[in-house]
């Protein structure tokens, strides 16, 4: 198809209309990822404060798909780092994934 028939074929269809400011709000609101509060994710987040106060580090290992990456993402992002002038940043969470082959020692 060349570009002509293209844009022949695109008029024939017509302009796409634009949403409303309400409807455009509502989609973005909608496209967020959901994160729920749950009982087990603020045991983590109690546990890696503790560990951030302590200036320890911790390892988060458990089964798939049961919300580490998801946990520990939301409490990176309360804890963000902080800049002041003509000082480096202070970070105060570093969060970091290892991607091995699951095998002990990769």
């Known amino acids: 198809m060349t570009l002509q028939e293209s844009q022949a074929i695109a008029k024939q269809l017509g302009e796409i209309p634009v949403n409303s400011e309400k409807l455009q709000g509502e989609i973005q609101r909608l496209n967020r990822k959901g994160y729920v509060p749950l ?9 890696l404060e503790g560990k951030r106060q302590s200036r320890q580090s911790g390892r988060v290992v458990g089964e798939s798909r049961t919300g580490k990456t998801m946990g520990c ?34």
């Open 39 to 47: 009982e087990q994710v603020q045991i983590l987040h109690d546990w």
């Open 73 to 106: 993402d939301a409490y990176r992002l309360r804890n963000k780092p902080k800049q002041e002038a003509g000082k480096p940043p202070t970070v105060p969470v570093a969060y970091r994934t290892h991607l091995g082959s699951g095998v002990p020692g990769d």
